[in-house]
């Protein structure tokens, strides 16, 4: 007979890697619950950037196995009058600060209860001021995975009461002639992931991508143009990025986050 594995507990933050902080979240879940399974989904959210956070959550949630617990922290107001939130959806159990990280959440899942946490038996006894991520969600995340009921963390709150910021999106002027957009983020290779979404662009026609003072075509992967040369093409979240082959494109072509793009009917 096959013992059921507890929840995995999945964290992202804004905190990198060079300091203990990370660390320390993982020394406290285990701590409380030594048989949890920890995922870094990653750390490297730009500093502060809420809007980016939950992007990313948004767009990595669905590879989860039900059940997962999230622990996002991306909080510049730690320490204010903030709350702390336990948001469940149909999946899926979510532990952040209620300033928008969990926009994408609300947006695009079906959220079944939302709790303020404020159970200070769930908590670590001593509590820095700005560090909710060691000893708020960390703990918390930790009683959950080892049964506690999500009741229990403090007093149940309507959803639409949390909450939300606007997330990077494209539009069109023109009737679809065209769409605009930013860049949301750049990956670890350069890449910039865009908020030009795949999905509205005809697929019957080609388009040609503007960033900054560079003209992309769309193409469909990395060696449909020459070694070094930039490229637009549909990413795996279902955004358009851009890239150069075997390059760094943010580099090279000079982009940063937060610069416009722009795809247009060709």
């Known amino acids: 007979m096959h013992t059921a594995l507890p929840p995995a507990?999945?964290?992202?933050?804004?905190?990198?890697?060079?300091?203990?902080?990370?660390?320390?979240?993982?020394?406290?879940?285990?701590?409380?619950?030594?048989?949890?399974r920890i995922i870094d989904l990653t750390h490297a959210v730009t500093a502060q950037n809420i809007a980016q956070g939950t992007f990313l959550l948004g767009k990595s949630t669905p590879y989860f196995p039900d059940g997962t617990i999230f622990v996002a922290v991306v909080d510049p107001g730690v320490g204010t009058s903030r709350k702390a939130i336990a948001v469940e959806t149909a999946r899926h159990i979510f532990l952040a600060p209620d300033n928008g990280l969990l926009t994408?959440?609300?947006?695009?899942?079906?959220?079944?209860?939302?709790?303020?946490?404020?159970?200070?038996?769930y908590m670590l006894s001593s509590r820095s001021s700005?560090?909710?991520?060691?000893?708020?969600?960390?703990?918390?995340?930790?009683?959950?995975?080892?049964?506690?009921?999500?009741?229990?963390?403090?007093?149940?709150?309507?959803p639409s009461t949390c909450t939300r910021i606007p997330l990077p999106g494209c539009q069109s002027r023109d009737n679809g002639a065209s769409w605009e957009g930013t860049i949301i983020c750049t990956d670890h290779f350069g890449n910039l992931i865009t908020s030009l979404d795949s999905e509205v662009l005809?697929?019957?026609?080609?388009?040609?991508?503007?960033?900054?003072?560079?003209?992309?075509?769309?193409?469909?992967?990395?060696?449909?143009?020459?070694?070094?040369?930039?490229?637009?093409?549909?990413?795996?979240?279902?955004?358009?990025?851009?890239?150069?082959?075997?390059?760094?494109?943010?580099?090279?072509?000079?982009?940063?986050?937060?610069?416009?793009?722009?795809?247009?009917?060709?």
């Open 104 to 121: 994408s959440i609300f947006q695009g899942a079906e959220v079944t209860r939302c709790v303020t946490i404020t159970n200070e038996r």
């Open 130 to 158: 700005t560090f909710h991520g060691r000893d708020v969600f960390s703990p918390v995340a930790a009683h959950l995975a080892s049964g506690v009921a999500f009741e229990e963390l403090g007093s149940e709150i309507n």
């Open 9 to 36: 507990v999945v964290l992202m933050t804004d905190f990198g890697l060079s300091d203990t902080y990370v660390g320390q979240m993982k020394g406290v879940i285990l701590s409380i619950a030594p048989a949890t």
């Open 202 to 266: 005809e697929r019957s026609n080609q388009w040609l991508v503007s960033a900054g003072e560079h003209e992309l075509p769309i193409c469909r992967t990395y060696c449909d143009v020459a070694d070094q040369q930039p490229l637009a093409y549909t990413g795996s979240s279902g955004m358009i990025e851009i890239a150069v082959r075997n390059g760094n494109a943010a580099e090279i072509l000079g982009l940063k986050d937060g610069d416009p793009v722009r795809a247009d009917r060709v």
